[in-house]
């Protein structure tokens, strides 16, 4: 996942020379890097005999790294990314139409796939599904354009040592097991991978394609988007393969969906959250431990994670039109 995605060509001088001044002006503003810097600058007045200043600057140091270093401001940054959109489970499913039931001869609950977000005439489905229809005669609730899911890229090693599932980074990993599990409870369902060549000839798009066959999926179901270098290439692709208005269900890291589901939005998709990977998670019964609070360099990744979320919505909210 990239930080500033411009979903441009990337061989437009103008945008290439914009896009490296707004990552360049972003890794300045990171907290690492004010700390950083601010320990620069420490050195420096300590070597200039300002022993007064340095040891106020060490002052706004400590502030800082406690600011920046203990779980409260990076907990509130990411929550909030994490839970914009709910979980993709099966009852949500049903509410959004993905999945339509209605029983069939046998009185068993006969799950069938439901084209759009909207309810159909009451009994049309279990109707022609009951009837044993050929797919023409079936109404458009069923018959309507597949339901397609995307996972989208994060990022990959291709290691020729190893399995495509082992090329995939944990958050690939985790992607790829969320559309597998919705692609699993949606009869029909196709899926899409994506990922271009970032290192090599072998893209993320074909490595998550080739871990999803290894793990039984069909290979006619999976469709790859191999040159998508971004998000915003990502859903460009599906919308000009698809056309407006077309569903799609996005598995990607639920700190990345909120971005995601704007973009896709943007371009004409119909998007449906599917987050995976989440970076905190808790136990209501967990006991509150006092080591939990304590600074940690990890809490400083995990904001700068959110800020780099938050800086990237608003730049393709702009950029990626």
């Known amino acids: 996942m990239k930080i500033i995605e411009t979903g441009g060509s990337i061989s437009h001088p103008n945008r290439t020379m914009l896009e490296s001044l707004a990552r360049f002006i972003l890794q300045l503003i990171l907290p690492s890097s004010q700390l950083l810097i601010l320990l620069v600058i420490i050195a420096v007045l300590i070597l200039v005999g300002w022993h007064r200043r340095a040891w106020q600057a060490v002052t706004v140091w400590i502030v800082l790294f406690l600011v920046y270093a203990t779980p409260f401001l990076s907990g509130i940054m990411i929550d909030r990314l994490q839970h914009t959109w709910p979980v993709l489970t099966t009852e949500r499913m049903y509410e959004l139409g993905l999945l339509h039931t209605g029983p069939d001869e046998s009185g068993m609950q006969n799950s069938v796939q439901s084209g759009d977000l909207r309810a159909g005439p009451a009994g049309s489905v279990e109707d022609a599904v009951d009837a044993d229809l050929p797919p023409d005669s079936l109404p458009d609730t069923v018959q309507a354009d597949t339901v397609h899911i995307i996972i989208l890229a994060s990022s990959h090693t291709p290691d020729e040592r190893l399995e495509p599932t082992q090329m995939l980074s944990d958050a690939s990993v985790q992607r790829l097991v969320e559309g597998l599990r919705v692609y699993r409870q949606i009869p029909g369902a196709r899926l899409i991978t994506s990922g271009h060549y970032a290192y090599g000839e072998y893209s993320q798009a074909e490595a998550t394609r080739d871990a999803l066959i290894s793990l039984g999926v069909d290979p006619g179901h999976i469709f790859i988007q191999p040159e998508a270098g ?92």
């Open 230 to 321: 971004s998000t915003c290439e990502e859903a460009r692709a599906f919308v000009r393969e698809h056309g407006d208005g077309a569903r799609i269900i996005i598995s990607t890291s639920a700190m990345h969906m909120r971005r995601a589901m704007m973009i896709f939005e943007q371009q004409g998709a119909r998007p449906v959250a599917a987050p995976a990977a989440f970076i905190r998670k808790q136990k209501p019964e967990d006991p509150v431990r006092p080591s939990k609070w304590l600074p940690s360099f990890s809490n400083i990744s995990e904001l700068e994670s959110a800020i780099n979320e938050h800086i990237g919505y608003i730049w393709n909210r702009r950029q990626c039109r």
